[in-house]
């Protein structure tokens, strides 16, 4: 009967928005919290070697809550409001066709330990939304680097030095490239990426963030 209970309540609870709990829309994320994500204004954010990197958002309240739900409370079906975000940004975006979108790797360490790759599933979400082609082969992380946040910017780019490698077997299908993360803050990931796909010689690259943290 207790676990009739517990049953019960864990289903109602499910039923509720992730974010104001209120909700009777029965989805993860209700279109009034969807509907509290603020875009950033639209256009190149930087450029790291000369190379564009776009972002939608700025990394707090709900849209902070979205991407930790996803990344460190296993949910899962989060991704695909993190997806629609930055579709919908993207959509404002000139050149937005015709990638084949990369979200950034994790070390199959970590990857088997979290069991999913977050970027993962927001670029398949992405892809189906945005009708790009995901391609989650084409570059590996080949070094179990420490999580960035903990460390300066120096420590940041020396953390992940050679941390990745472009599998050169992938190279024929290799068209425009969109790289995707879910936070952008010094530019370090992407920095590194980038210099490994242009000494394979990959020059036409675009990076997307869901968002930067706030000033
Ligand atoms: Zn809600």
Same mark, same amino acid.
């Given at each position: 009967?207790?676990?009739?209970?517990?049953?019960?309540?864990?289903?109602?609870?499910?039923?509720?928005?992730?974010?104001?709990?209120?909700?009777?829309?029965?989805?993860?994320?209700?279109?009034?919290?969807?509907?509290?994500?603020?875009?950033?204004?639209?256009?190149?954010?930087?450029?790291?070697?000369?190379?564009?990197?776009?972002?939608?958002? #700025?990394?707090?309240?709900? =849209?902070? /809550?979205?991407?930790?739900?996803?990344?460190?409370? +296993?949910?899962?079906? $989060?991704?695909?409001?993190?997806?629609?975000?930055?579709?919908?940004?993207?959509?404002?975006?000139?050149?937005?066709?015709?990638?084949? #979108?990369?979200?950034?790797? =994790?070390? /199959?360490?970590?990857?088997?330990?979290?069991?999913? +790759?977050?970027?993962? $599933?927001?670029?398949?979400?992405?892809?189906?939304?945005?009708?790009?082609?995901?391609?989650?082969?084409?570059?590996?992380?080949?070094?179990?680097?420490?999580?960035?946040?903990?460390?300066?910017?120096?420590?940041?780019?020396?953390?992940?030095?050679?941390?990745?490698?472009?599998?050169?077997?992938?190279?024929?299908?290799?068209?425009?490239?969109?790289?995707?993360?879910?936070?952008?803050?010094?530019?370090?990931?992407?920095?590194?990426?980038?210099?490994?796909?242009?000494?394979?010689?990959?020059?036409?690259?675009?990076?997307?963030?869901?968002?930067?943290?706030?000033?």
């Amino acid at each position: 009967m207790k676990a009739f209970f517990l049953g019960l309540l864990d289903w109602i609870y499910k039923k509720k928005c992730y974010f104001c709990r209120k909700s009777n829309e029965s989805v993860k994320m209700c279109s009034k919290c969807y509907d509290s994500l603020e875009f950033l204004s639209y256009g190149k954010r930087l450029a790291i070697d000369g190379v564009s990197v776009y972002v939608a958002g #700025v990394y707090e309240k709900n =849209l902070q /809550k979205l991407i930790r739900g996803l990344k460190y409370h +296993n949910q899962r079906d $989060l991704a695909f409001y993190q997806a629609k975000f930055m579709y919908e940004y993207w959509q404002n975006i000139t050149d937005n066709t015709d990638y084949i #979108v990369v979200p950034v790797p =994790l070390h /199959k360490d970590r990857q088997s330990k979290r069991r999913y +790759n977050h970027m993962e $599933l927001v670029a398949q979400e992405f892809c189906r939304l945005s009708g790009n082609t995901l391609n989650t082969k084409l570059i590996t992380r080949v070094k179990n680097t420490k999580p960035q946040y903990k460390l300066t910017p120096t420590e940041r780019a020396e953390n992940l030095h050679n941390a990745f490698k472009v599998n050169l077997s992938e190279m024929s299908n290799c068209g425009k490239i969109l790289i995707i993360d879910d936070i952008c803050t010094t530019g370090s990931t992407f920095a590194e990426m980038i210099k490994t796909f242009h000494a394979a010689g990959v020059t036409d690259i675009t990076c997307f963030a869901t968002t930067t943290p706030k000033l």
